[in-house]
């Protein structure tokens, strides 16, 4: 009897989990792929293309590749998928998603709210049936990908959505503009700094400073706000660096603001970023079931 019921329950444990859902994958990047279905190479131009896409415009798009989405539909792993990505801009609801199941054989559309009015039933359908199905059938999936999205794309740009704001979302891209915008923080508070206020003394030298690294930072990240952070911060530095020299032993009565340019003790490695988790996330889209599926 005991057999039994330890048999029954052994079964009855397999077969909850052959029926669990497949979880949601996280949200790593603009092209997502379970399958191993596109390349390295692929997948970087795809991510610039939607990167780009979404700067000029906006709107954010995403790919994902699954092996299935079995035991569910297509449509209801890919309405989880969207509520948990949260894919396109909060409260213009400007996102996108183009999901594959490989094995199924089938793949869907997901559109936000926010461009139901451009990316209708009828057209995602079509870009479906003209543009993916038919280079999948030739086992070309990074073809009708690349063809999928380019055509929503064109479709999207036709939306009058509100303009984008600039750095948003941080991705590895972007925060690759932190390394030289740091050095020249660093730079500009220590040994620009140490000129002004050598001559214009602690305070307004580094006030000085600070504003000069405001200006440099715009051209790295055309952040007006960033831009104001990094020339606050480097004000702090020279202020902070500039009144520790004058009460270190050994200045003598010199002005303080020199900065010894060589010994860089401090040390700042540059290129160091390896492990950045700056991942791609959505803006806090919303989707309602929006798009159309298909299979080939």
């Not at 019921?5 to 790593?28: E, K, N």
């Not at 399958?35 to 990167?51: C, F, N, P, V």
């Not at 594959?100 to 869907?108: C, E, G, I, S, T």
């Amino acid at each position: 009897m005991t057999a039994r019921l330890l048999l029954l329950a052994l079964f009855l444990g397999w077969a909850f989990a052959a029926a669990a859902d497949v979880a949601v994958p996280q949200l790593t990047g603009r092209v997502v792929d379970q399958t191993g279905s596109l390349s390295s190479g692929d997948i970087a131009a795809l991510t610039q293309k939607l990167k780009a896409f979404e700067d000029r415009k906006g709107s954010q798009i995403a790919v994902l590749i699954v092996p299935t989405t079995q035991p569910e539909t297509i449509e209801q792993f890919s309405i989880r998928v969207a509520e948990a990505w949260k894919v396109g801009r909060k409260k213009v609801d400007d996102g996108a998603i183009l999901i594959v199941a490989k094995n199924d054989r089938h793949l869907r559309i997901e559109v936000g709210y926010g461009l139901e009015g451009a990316l209708t039933d009828v057209t995602s359908r079509r870009i479906i049936d003209e543009n993916i199905a038919p280079k999948f059938r030739s086992g070309d999936f990074a073809g009708g990908i690349g063809a999928g999205v380019d055509r929503i794309i064109r479709v999207v740009d036709g939306e009058p959505l509100p303009a984008p704001s600039r750095n948003v979302n941080f991705d590895n891209s972007d925060f690759d503009a932190f390394g030289p915008l740091f050095a020249v923080t660093m730079f500009g508070s220590l040994g620009i700094g140490g000129f002004f206020r050598a001559i214009l003394g602690r305070l307004l030298g580094s006030l000085v400073a600070g504003g000069i690294i405001s200006i440099i930072a715009w051209f790295f990240v055309s952040s007006v706000t960033i831009s104001i952070i990094a020339g606050i911060i480097g004000f702090i530095i020279g202020f902070v660096a500039d009144l520790l020299n004058a009460a270190g032993p050994g200045t003598g009565s010199s002005r303080g603001g020199s900065w010894s340019s060589g010994s860089s003790s401090g040390g700042w490695s540059s290129g160091s970023s390896s492990s950045s988790s700056g991942g791609f996330s959505g803006g806090g889209g919303s989707f309602g079931g929006g798009g159309a599926s298909g299979s080939w």
